[in-house]
């Protein structure tokens, strides 16, 4: 049975930092390409970060370049997204995806919720 589990999201205020951490199971995680995606109440879902299988290709969305890292561990079967200077337009779920090729999309975990507030 396929399962994306995410984890480390929380409350954390302007300026602070969190680690999310998507565990993997059910399938060969190092074959697959891994994305975050989040999603805002009242708004789309957006690509976030997305890392190729052996993590030789990053591409960060515009709006988290500089301030957010993706990183895969696939010893682990663990994606990660280091957060760093997070704002308020931060807050959303966050969910991490799994594809077997680049931008294609196989499976998505439950998401955890990331809310950045004073």
């Known amino acids: 049975q396929v399962q994306l589990v995410e984890s480390g999201g929380g409350l954390v205020q302007p300026g602070g930092s969190l680690r999310l951490s998507c565990a993997a199971s059910?399938?060969?995680?190092?074959?697959?390409?891994m994305s975050w995606y989040r999603q805002a109440p009242g708004k789309e879902r957006e690509l976030v970060a997305d890392?190729?299988?052996?993590?030789?290709?990053?591409s960060y969305a515009d709006f988290v370049k500089g301030r957010f890292t993706i990183s895969r561990d696939n010893a682990k079967n663990t994606v990660y997204l280091q957060m760093n200077s997070l704002k308020p337009e931060d807050t959303a779920m966050y969910y991490c995806?799994?594809?077997?090729?680049?931008?294609?999309?196989?499976?998505w975990g439950q998401g955890t919720q990331v809310t950045v507030s004073s």
């Open positions: 890392i190729t299988s052996v993590g030789y290709r990053l």
């Open positions: 995806s799994a594809g077997r090729f680049w931008r294609t999309f196989d499976y």
């Open positions: 059910g399938f060969t995680f190092s074959s697959y390409a």
